[in-house]
T-cell receptor, first 115, second 109 residues
Framework: DTAVSQTPKYLVTQMGNDKSIKCEQNLGHDTMYWYKQDSKKFLKIMFSYNNKELIINETVPNRFSPKSPDKAHLNLHINSLELGDSAVYFC??????????????FGPGTRLTVT | RKEVEQDPGPFNVPEGATVAFNCTYSNSASQSFFWYRQDCRKEPKLLMSVYSSGNEDGRFTAQLNRASQYISLLIRDSKLSDSATYLCVVNTNAGKSTFGDGTTLTVKP
């Protein structure tokens, strides 16, 4: 009964490949997020979706394309992977009422290594 | 200037010590505030929300000073299991969450 789940947990791939990471939450939240945590452990928001609509899109290369088929899922597709994409990617979800975001619940992370 | 700034530490303290972390934020329109904890190779987890009047949860006390735009976390009677990275999080009304870079705490026997 994991609240926020991500697959895969580990992903090793070569430069130039295209890969996807999936995220699902069973908390009934209407907002989901993707974060990137680099080797220095800094956690940076990439995207946020509220009710399947993109509400936050930070400065992220357009090789990264999120997709939310429904409120419970937010997937991340990455084209033409580069060495600098190596990081841990966290999915998170939260309730979001009247413009206020509540505390976030994180998935276990996907450790992406690009060789 | 970063939107949310924390002293990165590391803080190395003996068991039983009291330790305090501070966090400053630049957006005066920020509405909600949190402290998260992240263990090595794990996901961040909510430690506590921070309310205007200050709040306490066992050995942990969080305070907010809107005028000075900082929040703090006080840990009393430190345990070995408190060793982790503590992340300050600030939310705006637009629903954006900004995480600080974290403060690393190591509690030693």
């Amino acid at each position: 009964d994991t609240a926020v789940s991500q697959t895969p947990k580990y992903l090793v791939t070569q430069m130039g490949n295209d890969k996807s990471i999936k995220c699902e939450q069973n908390l009934g939240h209407d907002t989901m997020y993707w974060y990137k945590q680099d080797s220095k452990k800094f956690l940076k928001i990439m995207f946020s979706y509220n009710n399947k609509e993109l509400i936050i899109n930070e400065t992220v290369p357009n090789r990264f394309s999120p997709k939310s088929p429904d409120k419970a899922h937010l997937n991340l597709h990455i084209n033409s992977l580069e060495l600098g994409d190596s990081a841990v990617y966290f999915c998170a979800s939260s309730a979001h009422l009247s413009g206020r975001a509540y505390e976030q619940y994180f998935g276990p992370g996907t450790r992406l290594t690009v060789t | 200037r970063k939107e949310v700034e924390q002293d990165p530490g590391p803080f190395n303290v003996p068991e039983g010590a009291t330790v305090a972390f501070n966090c400053t934020y630049s957006n005066s329109a920020s509405q909600s505030f949190f402290w998260y904890r992240q263990d090595c190779r794990k996901e961040p987890k909510l430690l506590m929300s921070v309310y205007s009047s200050g709040n306490e949860d066992g050995r942990f006390t969080a305070q907010l000073n809107r005028a000075s735009q900082y929040i703090s976390l006080l840990i009393r009677d430190s345990k070995l299991s408190d060793s982790a990275t503590y992340l300050c999080v600030v939310n705006t009304n637009a629903g954006k969450s900004t995480f600080g870079d974290g403060t690393t705490l190591t509690v030693k026997p």
